[in-house]
């Protein structure tokens, strides 16, 4: 990705961090101008690396999904 590129209704505004499996970018709604964080996914980097990996990304999103904590980030969706 790279800055200003738009995904739905997302505009990738500010690159935060990689890792080794992803991006976590600074996002904006382009509808209502909320700012959010994403992460994003390299799928070639996860397909070479492990299959369990989709299942342990799917549990995180259905658990953070699911908890709230004052020092996890809440999680609103994902786009596949």
């Given at each position: 990705?790279?800055?200003?590129?738009?995904?739905?209704?997302?505009?990738?505004?500010?690159?935060?961090?990689?890792?080794a499996?992803?991006?976590?970018?600074?996002?904006?709604?382009?509808?209502?101008?909320?700012?959010?964080?994403?992460k994003?996914?390299?799928?070639?980097?996860?397909?070479?690396?492990?299959?369990?990996?989709?299942?342990?990304?799917?549990n995180?999103?259905?658990?953070?999904?699911?908890?709230?904590?004052?020092?996890?980030?809440?999680?609103?969706?994902?786009?596949?």
């Amino acid at each position: 990705f790279s800055e200003g590129q738009q995904v739905d209704n997302f505009r990738f505004e500010k690159f935060l961090g990689q890792g080794a499996l992803g991006e976590l970018w600074l996002v904006e709604n382009i509808n209502t101008k909320d700012s959010y964080t994403a992460k994003y996914y390299d799928r070639q980097k996860i397909a070479e690396s492990s299959t369990h990996l989709w299942e342990h990304i799917d549990n995180e999103f259905h658990v953070l999904k699911n908890i709230r904590h004052p020092h996890l980030l809440e999680c609103y969706g994902k786009v596949n």
